[in-house]
């Protein structure tokens, strides 16, 4: 290396463990959001306990972690959409509170 010339500086990148850590600050932050927009109540059946967020439109099909895109559903409601006994159909994504119809199957 020539006398007067400095090292080029490493471009500072986040380490996998901490970006993981500011993805989960993110989602804990539009999770209580989502939450506290639902009245921290299920909207299938208006449970207040063992809340989760669900996503309308799962990420694997384009779906974001916007809030527009999550509503709370009790962990019975929850295992009931992911068994295709509660669907949930898209109906107006800019209007949060009324955002989806929930259809039960028979």
Known sequence: MLPNAQPKPKPKLL???AEKAAKHTT???VRAVVLERDKHQCR???QKHGLDVHHV???S???SDDESNLL???RDCH???HGHVLVLRPIDMSNPQKHVSMEWVK
Request: charged share 25%.
């Open 27 to 29: 989602w804990r932050k």
């Open 61 to 63: 099909l384009g779906g």
């Open 57 to 59: 439109v799962m990420r």
């Open 72 to 74: 709370a559903l009790c």
């Open 79 to 81: 295992a009931s959409v």
């Open 15 to 17: 380490s996998k463990r």
């Open 44 to 46: 299938a059946c208006g």
